[in-house]
């Protein structure tokens, strides 16, 4: 199967200034891309049966995962694990764009 996500359009995600594209969605896990506006934040949550993941496609996010930041850029894989405390920070002028996915543990 081929998706061309250039033809989807974004969907406003659950929180102000996050919104997505999802790609995949299946009982043990999923694959979305996320747009993150210019100086959005995620609040610091928690997922207990799920480890997530980032790639950064483009911009500089800040992720704080278990209380310690980490700047991020083009390139960079982050990694959630499960029940572990993690946000989403866009403190730049411009958007970003990362493939954000998660698997059920």
Do not use: R
């Not at 310690?68 to 970003?96: A, R, Y």
């Amino acid at each position: 199967m081929k998706i061309k996500s250039d033809l989807f359009e974004w969907t406003a995600g659950k929180v102000k200034g996050f919104s997505g594209k999802e790609l995949l969605n299946q009982e043990k896990g999923t694959l979305k891309l996320v747009k993150v506006d210019s100086l959005s934040v995620y609040p610091e949550h928690i997922h207990p049966d799920k480890t997530e993941y980032a790639y950064v496609i483009q911009g500089n996010p800040e992720f704080i995962i278990d209380s310690v930041h980490h700047t991020s850029e083009t390139g960079d894989f982050l990694v959630f694990p499960v029940n572990t405390k993690h946000s989403i920070q866009n403190n730049t002028s411009s958007e970003c764009i990362l493939l954000v996915g998660s698997v059920e543990n």
